[in-house]
């Protein structure tokens, strides 16, 4: 039944101001997330099977009284918001009413069907929870912070009657039956995974277990001299963030279309139209690199880089480029990227300076002068010619994109760019002199969540870590990756060095300071000051 409309429906359930019907924006949602998930990640049936519950759950929460009321009220027809719609009324308070995902979750912790583990086993469950919970960001409190999904209900009882706590109950069953229809009825399938993931109804004597229930953490990460710890905590937050990712994306993408539209994609059943777009790229960086590779000096060096591109090419995940300075890992690394039929490349940097060296240095004639190099820090934002601005739309759309970790830090530890975890599992990265990262607090973690995260995409992970100091405790022990997948270019520098220490007095300038004192030439001076 086509129950999309311009004006809404007294009784019907909204999911958002495009008056979309709710159980057809769940249904939705969920399909696209798990289809997002399966052209990610392969061979993960039971993590995408999970994706498409989250999906269908996610706005279960909107069917409280209060949002309907809000959604469908004529002045709200327009309203956009950058996370996600929630109750804007002035008089109206978080303070003292959960949000619509908090609902959620704590429906799905009365829902969940305990008798069939073998459908989602208690971790996967969890990670369900936390994409419900955490698909939107978490409101900032006054008062006493929701921590258990006892609380959620608490707030919850204390604005609703209690024959509207039973309608809500009984509804939340309702319209998750009208998601497995939709499901059984667009696959063609006699049974929905769905409906074996949660019970036929809630039983209220359930209600007193709340309180004792934590609801879900963002990441947990606790302070151990275990290593084995972190990679545990490390793998499972890159899989709740790549499912976190696929039904944000997926609801951001439903949520764009009219009730007519999304109405007309499911009957038709069109959803995988809206799938395609975001995960496939095209572009002519590939010519770009043959341009620039023909551009240098044939010879035993240039031999030996090709040699090593090829080795990380050929490797059946993430690759590691050792080499020291000025041996080529530039050229490497884009011969590797033109190897394995790069569209884009992301080049993470450490530090603004290596940026701003790189984006220089890739826009000269001899490398990528026809292509579009894009540097994106917190500074600056050009794009080809330094000092030219990059406008909002087209960030983090060049060829080859120069940019610093706490940018693609942003796809994992915020919501509101969660989507770019997408594009980031999607394309050719170089993460350039990764070694810095290594005694770095949290970003050590948050550099091994984002690997994590690529090493699920298996021989597509497409990830070059470039250094020439690598650390191969952190890289085996820490991040997984065998030392064979290490491969070394070696120097042809045959100069001899000749060092010097001295120990001075840095309150003087004069000839004892050897930065004042005027040296020989051929000389280096290097200080720590």
């Given at each position: 039944?086509?129950?999309?409309?311009?004006?809404?429906?007294?009784?019907?359930?909204?999911?958002?101001?495009?008056?979309?019907?709710?159980?057809?924006?769940?249904?939705?949602?969920?399909?696209?997330?798990?289809?997002?998930h399966?052209?990610?990640?392969f061979?993960?049936?039971?993590?995408?099977?999970?994706?498409?519950?989250?999906?269908?759950?996610?706005d279960?929460?909107?069917?409280?009284?209060?949002?309907?009321?809000?959604?469908?009220?004529?002045?709200?027809?327009?309203?956009?918001?950058?996370?996600?719609?929630?109750?804007?009324?002035?008089?109206?308070?978080?303070?003292?009413?959960?949000r619509?995902?908090?609902?959620?979750?704590?429906?799905y912790?009365?829902?969940?069907?305990?008798?069939?583990?073998?459908?989602?086993?208690?971790?996967?469950?969890?990670?369900?929870?936390?994409?419900?919970?955490?698909?939107?960001?978490?409101?900032?409190?006054?008062?006493?912070?929701?921590?258990?999904?006892g609380?959620?209900?608490?707030?919850?009882?204390?604005?609703?009657?209690?024959?509207?706590?039973?309608?809500?109950?009984?509804?939340?069953?309702?319209?998750?039956?009208?998601?497995?229809?939709?499901?059984?009825?667009?696959?063609?399938?006699?049974?929905?995974?769905?409906?074996?993931?949660?019970?036929?109804?809630?039983?209220?004597?359930?209600?007193?277990?709340?309180?004792?229930?934590?609801?879900?953490?963002?990441?947990?990460?606790?302070?151990?001299?275990?290593?084995?710890?972190?990679?545990?905590?490390?793998?499972?937050?890159?899989?709740?963030?790549?499912?976190?990712?696929?039904?944000?994306?997926?609801?951001?993408?439903?949520?764009?279309?009219s009730?007519?539209?999304?109405?007309?994609?499911?009957?038709?059943?069109?959803?995988?139209q809206?799938?395609e777009?975001?995960?496939?790229?095209?572009?002519?960086?590939?010519?770009?690199?043959?341009?620039?590779?023909?551009?240098?000096?044939?010879?035993?060096?240039?031999?030996?880089?090709?040699?090593?591109?090829?080795?990380?090419?050929?490797?059946?995940?993430?690759?590691?480029?050792?080499?020291?300075?000025?041996?080529?890992?530039?050229?490497?690394?884009?011969?590797?990227?033109?190897?394995?039929?790069?569209?884009?490349?992301?080049?993470?940097?450490?530090?603004?300076?290596?940026?701003q060296?790189?984006?220089?240095?890739?826009?000269?004639?001899?490398?990528?002068?026809?292509?579009?190099?894009?540097?994106?820090?917190?500074?600056?934002?050009?794009?080809?010619?330094?000092?030219?601005?990059?406008?909002?739309?087209?960030?983090?759309?060049?060829?080859?994109?120069?940019?610093?970790?706490?940018?693609?830090?942003?796809?994992?530890?915020?919501?509101?760019?969660?989507?770019?975890?997408?594009?980031?599992l999607?394309?050719?990265?170089?993460?350039?002199?990764?070694?810095?990262?290594?005694?770095?607090?949290?970003?050590?973690?948050?550099?091994?969540?984002?690997?994590?995260?690529?090493?699920?995409?298996?021989?597509?992970?497409?990830?070059?870590?470039?250094?020439?100091?690598?650390?191969?405790?952190?890289?085996?022990?820490?991040?997984?990756?065998?030392?064979?997948?290490?491969?070394?270019?070696?120097?042809?520098?045959?100069?001899?060095?000749?060092?010097?220490?001295?120990?001075?007095?840095?309150?003087?300038?004069?000839?004892?300071?050897?930065?004042?004192?005027?040296?020989?030439?051929?000389?280096?001076?290097?200080?720590?000051t």
């Amino acid at each position: 039944m086509n129950t999309s409309s311009t004006k809404p429906i007294y009784g019907f359930m909204y999911a958002n101001t495009h008056l979309q019907s709710l159980s057809e924006h769940l249904f939705a949602v969920g399909y696209v997330a798990e289809q997002l998930h399966k052209k990610l990640i392969f061979n993960r049936t039971t993590q995408a099977n999970a994706t498409f519950v989250a999906g269908c759950l996610h706005d279960i929460g909107k069917i409280d009284p209060h949002f309907q009321s809000w959604v469908t009220n004529p002045k709200k027809q327009n309203f956009v918001a950058e996370d996600g719609q929630h109750i804007d009324d002035g008089k109206f308070s978080f303070d003292k009413h959960p949000r619509h995902n908090e609902i959620s979750a704590m429906l799905y912790q009365l829902l969940d069907n305990k008798t069939l583990k073998s459908v989602l086993n208690n971790d996967i469950k969890a990670s369900v929870k936390h994409v419900v919970f955490w698909h939107h960001a978490k409101p900032l409190r006054k008062g006493k912070d929701i921590e258990t999904y006892g609380d959620v209900y608490s707030k919850l009882s204390d604005n609703l009657k209690p024959e509207q706590i039973k309608e809500l109950f009984e509804k939340s069953c309702k319209y998750l039956d009208q998601v497995c229809s939709i499901d059984k009825k667009y696959r063609e399938i006699d049974s929905s995974k769905l409906g074996l993931c949660f019970a036929a109804a809630i039983d209220t004597d359930d209600v007193s277990t709340l309180s004792d229930t934590k609801l879900p953490k963002y990441k947990t990460y606790k302070a151990t001299d275990n290593i084995d710890k972190y990679k545990s905590d490390i793998s499972l937050n890159a899989h709740n963030n790549i499912m976190r990712s696929c039904v944000i994306t997926a609801d951001r993408l439903i949520s764009a279309l009219s009730a007519d539209e999304l109405h007309t994609h499911i009957k038709n059943k069109t959803l995988q139209q809206l799938v395609e777009p975001v995960l496939y790229k095209e572009s002519t960086l590939t010519a770009h690199i043959e341009q620039c590779l023909t551009s240098f000096p044939a010879g035993e060096r240039s031999t030996k880089q090709s040699e090593v591109a090829h080795q990380l090419a050929e490797l059946p995940n993430i690759a590691v480029l050792a080499g020291a300075a000025g041996c080529g890992k530039t050229k490497i690394a884009l011969e590797w990227a033109k190897l394995k039929n790069a569209q884009q490349i992301i080049w993470v940097c450490p530090r603004v300076q290596v940026c701003q060296g790189l984006f220089l240095e890739l826009i000269t004639d001899q490398y990528l002068p026809n292509a579009n190099i894009e540097i994106n820090t917190g500074e600056y934002k050009f794009t080809n010619q330094w000092g030219q601005s990059t406008v909002e739309q087209q960030l983090f759309q060049g060829d080859v994109v120069i940019t610093t970790i706490d940018q693609i830090f942003s796809a994992i530890i915020s919501h509101t760019k969660a989507d770019a975890l997408i594009d980031f599992l999607n394309v050719h990265i170089v993460f350039d002199e990764f070694h810095e990262y290594v005694n770095m607090p949290a970003f050590n973690i948050l550099f091994a969540e984002l690997i994590a995260c690529k090493k699920q995409r298996e021989h597509l992970a497409n990830t070059l870590l470039v250094s020439a100091t690598p650390h191969y405790y952190f890289i085996e022990e820490f991040l997984g990756i065998d030392r064979d997948d290490i491969v070394v270019m070696p120097s042809f520098n045959q100069s001899l060095y000749q060092l010097n220490f001295q120990t001075f007095d840095e309150t003087k300038q004069d000839e004892s300071n050897p930065l004042y004192k005027k040296q020989a030439d051929k000389t280096f001076v290097i200080s720590n000051t």
